[in-house]
């Protein structure tokens, strides 16, 4: 079976501008995470969404925004892109949106790499 | 809130030796704890966790950490180091049935020959 991918792989972009990364889960799993990996650090958690309804938000700016599609693939929007946003955005799903990690274990994407310029 | 330290944000050893990364936590509820590794140009692959239970968990690739409530730690340890441990490790915690996590800052492993 097809893990978790993601698209496209890499993006270059000028500041202000807009960009829309994609996420497809593995088959059958019904929650998409976003995260953002700042090179040389951690990830951080942008977005959760489960059933096509937003979950949980972490601490992002409004230019941020996401949505889940019926077939449970994901959209993640920045629009006016700042040289602070370059980075390695990750998805991860999930079957379930709770039922606890010892049943639910969430798997990532490769990332796409976002460099603004 | 959350959150998690990682201290050594580079470790060296040498092939064969113990590997040993710290992680320790702060949560105002029981937590989910886990590590992460992740190869360059790749995303992240859970190497354990702790949920409930036995505070002693072991993963793949030979790696397992001990869950210190008293310590609030939850170091990763490796008897002996390969070269294909060298890597990026990162340490997680969450309270929210194991879905958004927030990550330590990471320990990159360099494994000498």
């Known amino acids: 079976d097809a893990g978790v991918t993601q698209s496209p792989t890499h993006l270059i972009k000028t500041r202000g501008q807009h960009v829309t990364l994609r996420c497809s889960p593995i088959?059958?799993?019904?929650?998409v995470s976003w995260y953002q990996q700042v090179l040389g650090q951690g990830p951080q958690f942008i977005f959760q969404y489960y059933e096509k309804e937003e979950r949980g938000r972490g601490n992002f700016p409004d230019r941020f925004s996401a949505r889940q599609f019926p077939n449970y693939s994901s959209e993640l929007n920045v629009n006016a892109l700042l040289l602070g946003d370059s980075a390695l955005y990750l998805c991860a799903s999930s079957f379930l949106l709770a039922g606890g990690p010892s049943y639910n274990e969430q798997f990532f994407g490769p990332g796409t790499r976002l460099t603004v310029l | 809130a959350q959150s998690v330290t990682q201290l050594g944000s580079h470790v060296s050893v040498s092939e064969g030796a113990l590997v040993l990364l710290r992680c320790n936590y702060s949560s105002s509820v029981p937590p989910y704890l886990f590590w992460y590794v992740q190869y360059p140009n790749q995303g992240l692959q859970l190497l354990l966790k702790?949920?409930?239970?036995?505070?002693l968990v072991k993963g793949i690739n030979g790696f397992e950490a001990e869950f210190k409530k008293s310590e609030t730690s939850f170091h990763l340890t490796k008897p002996s180091a390969h070269m294909s441990d060298a890597a990026e490790y990162f340490c997680?915690?969450?309270?929210?049935?194991?879905?958004?996590?927030?990550f330590g800052p990471g320990t990159r492993l360099s494994v000498l020959p």
């Open positions: 088959s059958g799993h019904k929650s």
């Open positions: 702790y949920t409930t239970g036995a505070t």
């Open positions: 997680a915690v969450s309270d929210d049935y194991g879905q958004n996590f927030v």
